[in-house]
């Protein structure tokens, strides 16, 4: 509670205090008992309308969140694009089910050791690298014409995505007070399920756009995020 001595400020900053006092209890009682998606998205936009003033905060917190948004992308992208990459490789129904499902591999692989470049280096860098790790992974399951360097793009990708699950809600508790922190962390979750439903829509979209080469394209849109 933010408390006002008398002699020691003017009436400006009094109101200021009490609006300030009334802003937080006003988050923390609508905040405290999350009882629908709809109020999450409450809590989110609340977040972002009070750090509107502290637009670089929020430029980092959005940046990072992006993250969430691959996350949920590449996980639901590759439905759009299995049933080509069987018949273009001529994949039995092992080695299919291995490329689709060597991506949780490489999401334990990054989630196990994914803290290891955040205490050495920093979770900004860590990001910075996470990203690389998502471009190659978008460039090289698009491009190639060869099933092991897709698996291997593939690999690669979800160790990025395993090791961004616990660097980027870290950095961004890291750079938030602790008032909004819970919520601003939330847009990572968020982003994660916002991944899911564009990636159904980009599938629909580009389902037609190239004939049998349309699974590139399926595949190609992660490079833009």
């Not at 759009?80 to 018949?87: D, H, R, V």
């Not at 996470?130 to 360097?149: C, E, K, N, Q």
């Not at 809600?169 to 564009?198: C, D, H, W």
Request: charged share 15%.
């Amino acid at each position: 509670a933010l408390r006002v001595k008398s002699g020691k400020k003017n009436n400006s900053q009094k109101n200021r205090c009490r609006t300030g006092t009334w802003f937080y209890s006003k988050l923390w009682t609508s905040w405290s008992k999350p009882s629908s998606i709809i109020d999450q998205l409450n809590y989110i936009v609340s977040a972002i309308r009070y750090w509107s003033l502290n637009k670089r905060v929020l430029y980092y917190v959005i940046a990072v969140s992006l993250g969430g948004l691959l996350f949920g992308f590449d996980t639901a992208v590759i439905s759009g694009a299995e049933q080509a990459i069987q018949i273009i490789w001529n994949l039995s129904a092992l080695e299919n089910g291995f490329t689709v499902s060597i991506a949780l591999i490489g999401t334990v692989l990054g989630a196990l050791f994914g803290g290891i470049p955040c205490d050495k280096y920093g979770g900004k860098k860590t990001l910075i690298g996470i990203g690389v790790l998502y471009f190659i992974s978008a460039l090289g399951t698009s491009l190639t014409t060869d099933w092991h360097i897709f698996l291997f793009s593939r690999l690669i990708g979800w160790i990025g995505v395993g090791a961004s699950s616990i660097a980027a809600p870290l950095y961004i508790s890291e750079i938030t007070p602790a008032k909004v922190r819970g919520r601003l962390v939330a847009m990572f979750q968020f982003n994660i399920f916002l991944g899911i439903l564009i990636a159904f829509l980009s599938n629909y979209i580009v389902m037609d756009f190239d004939g049998e080469n349309n699974w590139w394209w399926i595949l190609g849109v992660e490079i833009s995020p």
